[in-house]
């Protein structure tokens, strides 16, 4: 196999002394940046375990000792021996202060809000984010110009009109009519309640009348009832002759029948005939 040429003066040679040094660059600036990432690192956690145990120095000891010794500390001359006291000391005496910055936290705050605003959109808001009312909600339909012309007294009649419906509906204003009505009836009738009784010789006649049509009415029926009932015992003693009904004759039996091999058929079906008795019958 032959070996790979590459061109010495092409810019995309990699083996060129340029690319070669922009790689080495690129390396070193990673180193840098993997350094300063560590440090920066190593840096919080310490914080971080230096705030932490703060914390349980205060919570042991309690800030009413701290505060003394502050007091102590400006009392006590420059060359005294208690101006010789180490870090571990200096820290243990200053009152732990966690100070933040207001300024960045109300921008960090005002950035989360700004985020969110785009992601939601709350009831009764546009895409904006501003509440405002639709275009149908501010439309009038002519309801100013309805109240403008109502007068106080159209009110007041339209106000009883609906008092007297209510009271129209009202189930109970029923009820007591009703009962109202009952009372009035049964008062009417123990006054008006008499035995009626014939006065004159008319009266009496008619009456008579009336009883002999209804007698002759009921006389009719039962007569008819009993023939009825007659027929059914008839028909359960002898269902056979009572299912046997005379022929009924139409007027198309009394026709002349059009028949060349049955001359007698021509003739009317009348037996009294002296020639259909006197025909010759061989068989």
């Given at each position: 196999m032959g070996?790979?040429?590459?061109?010495?003066?092409?810019?995309?040679?990699?083996?060129?002394?340029?690319?070669?040094?922009k790689v080495r660059q690129d390396e070193r600036q990673a180193e840098l940046k993997g350094e300063s990432k560590h440090q920066r690192a190593t840096k919080a956690?310490?914080?971080?375990r230096l705030e932490t145990l703060r914390a349980r120095a205060i919570s042991r000891s309690g800030i009413t000792n701290t505060v003394t010794e502050l007091s102590n500390d400006h009392k006590e001359p420059f060359g005294s021996s208690s101006h010789h006291r180490?870090?571990?000391?200096?820290?243990?005496?200053?009152?732990?202060?966690?100070?933040?910055?207001?300024?960045?936290?109300?921008e960090k705050l005002a950035e989360k809000k700004k985020w969110e605003r785009k992601l939601t959109v709350y009831l009764g808001e546009t895409r904006d984010g501003k509440?405002?009312?639709?275009?149908?909600?501010?439309?009038?339909?002519g309801r100013s110009r309805r109240e403008k012309s109502v007068?106080?007294?159209d009110l007041e009649s339209r106000s009883r009109k609906d008092e007297q419906k209510k009271k129209q509906m009202d189930p109970v204003q029923d009820m007591a009519?009703?009962?109202?009505?009952?009372?009035?009836?049964?008062?009417?009738?123990?006054?008006?309640?008499?035995?009626?009784?014939?006065k004159s010789h008319?009266?009496?006649?008619?009456?008579?009348?009336?009883?002999?049509?209804?007698?002759?009415?009921?006389?009719?029926e039962r007569l008819q009832r009993e023939a009825k009932e007659k027929q059914r015992t008839r028909?359960?003693?002898?269902?056979?002759?009572?299912?046997?009904t005379e022929p009924v004759k139409h007027d198309s039996d009394e026709r002349y029948y059009n028949a060349q091999f049955n001359p007698s058929h021509i003739r009317r079906p009348n037996h009294k005939d002296s020639d259909f008795n006197s025909r010759y019958r061989p068989y």
């Open positions: 070996k790979l040429n590459l061109l010495p003066h092409k810019s995309w040679n990699v083996y060129s002394q340029k690319n070669i040094e956690e310490q914080e971080i180490t870090d571990s000391d200096h820290r243990k005496s200053k009152p732990l202060h966690h100070t933040t910055n207001q300024e960045l936290d109300a509440k405002e009312t639709p275009w149908y909600a501010d439309m009038d339909y007068r106080p007294a009519r009703y009962l109202s009505k009952k009372k009035k009836t049964d008062v009417h009738d123990h006054s008006t309640f008499k035995v009626s009784k014939p008319e009266s009496g006649e008619i009456s008579s009348c009336s009883n002999t049509l209804t007698i002759e009415e009921l006389r009719k028909e359960l003693l002898d269902p056979l002759k009572a299912s046997r």
